[in-house]
């Protein structure tokens, strides 16, 4: 019998939480608990490279995949399987958490054992979320990703961290309880069908649903992701979640969860309600170019690094969204590919400005200044990474943004004009921050003694700054997985919204006869 990697991937995670509920927590203890929960860590992103070496690449279809009755009353199995699109989510997913454990390590004193143990469920949850072919499983993981996450801000965030968690919550949480009406109308569609109920995601992708039943399903899961994303106008909790979080809350928010959302359209909204999608897509184009438009003009405006780089991720994952509406090959495979390229700049973004927090207790852009003098090594990953998000050819960010942009282009020119202006802006905010925190005279004595970076931080980086590189000069390397499942995607799409639109043209056309 194969080993059942993806179920040990979302248990290895429970098991670390529950081997460290069995350590005291005390601060002689402090030091066991950070490295248990680290090396649970490494071993899960050890694993996401075990899967991504086995998993072959030129098939579209789900691999690894498990299934066991759950529920069979009601049809919910645990079904989990991976494609192209998931496994290298998973891989994000096991990369970013041991680089939010690490650098939690000067800033997180109170709590630890509880952190380390909520870090680890919410790593559980991701990656449930991204390997779950039911949709009841998939809910679950969901839903359960919530709560570690509202604590992680609530409880080790910063001064309005309260207010902040709440609204991720019920932000989220609304969108999330409309998704699950769809997803109960979609069995019992099933079961109207073939007399049998079903979560099970193959199966409902071959289901013929009804053009109004579409409209409202798609509606109800698009709103659910477009909240997670965040797409304007729904992005509002975005600046409070992440400003108020942790550094590693936000480097896991900014890095997996947003992703959630986009995932979701990919996987769910699109393929399972095609002809909504196809009638729909224009209308989530056009809000995700106001987003990118929007996202960039404000964080122009931040005096605050971390809101800046919070509102920077508004514009980067309206990019995505673009990619995704576009509904062509290279749309959609920029899209997979920029979900990746954010979570690794953008992550290392959130990673920089919490050392400075830590080292100075402020973000305000302001307080800095001159710092290339004073730690030049921390200045110049700061450099490579601020490249790698506003797309310079070479870096990871170039090959994403190109491909949603070809994509675009071809879909629809006026979205990619304004679209590409979006990279300008963002080239504009991000240069503009660097130069007043790195450059000029060291005004603030308060910097004159800042420390470079420690060999903790050197472990933190490297990775980050060596991924940024790899992805910008090999990117066949992580497309190659991504292609044949992205062709699957927009094959059912298209399938679907044709077979679905000659019905409908057939139904009129014998109504007329009949007439």
């Known amino acids: 019998m194969m080993f059942p990697i993806l179920s040990s991937l979302v248990a290895l995670p429970i098991a670390g939480a529950i081997l460290l509920l069995f350590v005291r927590d005390d601060e002689h203890n402090e030091p066991l608990v950070r490295n248990i929960a680290l090396v649970v860590s490494l071993l899960v992103f050890a694993q996401t490279l075990l899967l991504w070496s086995r998993f072959n690449a030129g098939s579209a279809e789900f691999q690894f995949v498990e299934r066991h009755a759950w529920i069979p009353a009601f049809g919910i199995s645990y079904l989990v399987g991976v494609d192209g699109i998931s496994l290298l989510l998973l891989v994000l997913t096991g990369f970013l958490t041991p680089l939010a454990l690490l650098s939690s390590w000067e800033s997180v004193h109170k709590k630890t054992k509880a952190f380390c143990i909520f870090v680890l469920l919410l790593e559980s949850a991701m990656m449930g979320v991204f390997v779950s072919l039911d949709l009841f499983l998939f809910y679950i993981f969901w839903d359960a990703m919530l709560i570690p996450m509202y604590f992680l801000i609530g409880i080790w965030g910063y001064d309005r961290r309260v207010y902040a968690a709440v609204k991720f919550m019920l932000y989220t949480m609304a969108g999330s309880v409309l998704m699950l009406l769809a997803i109960l109308a979609l069995a019992y569609l099933h079961n109207a069908a073939t007399g049998a109920y079903s979560f099970d995601l193959l199966r409902l992708y071959d289901l013929r649903i009804p053009p109004p039943m579409q409209f409202w399903c798609f509606l109800a899961f ?4 477009a909240i997670k994303v965040p797409l304007f106008p729904f992005h509002t909790w975005l600046p409070d979640a992440h400003v108020e979080a942790p550094t590693a ?11 959630m959302g986009t995932y979701g359209l990919v996987r769910f909204a699109f393929p399972l309600f095609p002809l909504a999608a196809s009638y729909f897509a224009p209308y989530l184009a056009l809000l995700a170019v106001i987003g990118i438009m929007y996202g960039a003009l404000v964080a122009m405006v931040q005096p605050d690094m971390k809101k800046l780089v919070a509102y920077s991720s508004v514009s980067h994952l309206g990019f995505v969204v673009l ?4 509904m062509n090959t290279q749309g959609v495979q920029g899209a997979v590919y920029q979900m ?5 700049s953008t992550g290392g973004l959130f990673l920089i400005v919490g050392m400075l927090s830590d080292r100075r207790h402020t973000r305000l852009i302001s307080e800095y200044g001159g710092l290339k003098r004073v730690v030049p090594h921390l200045v110049a990953v700061f450099l490579i990474v601020t490249l ?20 675009a282009f071809r879909w629809s020119p006026r979205a990619a004009a304004f679209a590409a202006s979006g990279v300008i802006l963002s080239a504009t905010y991000m240069l503009w921050m660097f130069q007043r925190v790195n450059y000029g005279p060291v005004n603030n004595d308060k910097n004159k003694t800042m420390r470079d970076l420690s060999a903790r931080e050197w472990a933190i980086l490297v990775p980050i700054v060596a991924m940024i590189a790899l992805m910008g000069v090999l990117p066949n390397m992580f497309l190659r997985p991504i292609g044949p499942s992205v062709e699957r995607m927009l094959n059912q799409v298209r399938q679907g919204a044709g077979v679905q639109i000659q019905a409908i043209k057939n139904s009129e056309f014998g109504s007329r006869n009949s007439d």
């Open 249 to 259: 809350g936000s480097v896991i928010l900014a890095g997996v969860l947003l992703k």
């Open 323 to 326: 990619g995704i509406a576009a």
């Open 340 to 344: 990746l390229n954010h979570g690794v």
């Open 222 to 225: 698009a709103l659910a992701f």
């Open 388 to 407: 790698s998000s506003i797309g310079l050819p070479g870096l990871n960010g170039f090959v994403g943004e190109l491909l949603i942009l070809l994509g």
